[in-house]
């Protein structure tokens, strides 16, 4: 099932957006990654700063089968494949809507 896991968000300085931003929502930066901000509340998406990456939403499954149908459901509903330069390990496949904007669906059992 697809979902809403991360919005990034492009900042121009990281620790200030994460000093803002947990305090704004509440959210906690994760160890591994402090511009990773997860929310206290299950329900809610995460929020990943990025001084490189333009915003865009991160919508999230379960298993690479489950990226693979929904990529085409999406696509059969006006999405376009966007020319990317994947990573070898990329857990991801970047998508525009009809509008243009780019979102992104994560394989998240990765």
Known sequence: MLRLGAVVLNVSDGGRAAAFWTQALGHAPIAENPAFLVPTRPQEARLHLDESDRTHLDLWVDS??????????????????????????????????????LFCVVDASR
Do not use: M, S, T
Not at 71 to 86: D, P, S, T
């Open 64 to 101: 690479a089968a489950e990226q693979r149908a929904e990529v085409e459901r999406l696509v059969g509903l006006g999405a376009r494949r966007v020319e990317w330069e994947y990573p070898d390990d990329a857990d991801f496949v970047v998508l525009a809507d009809p509008d243009g904007n």
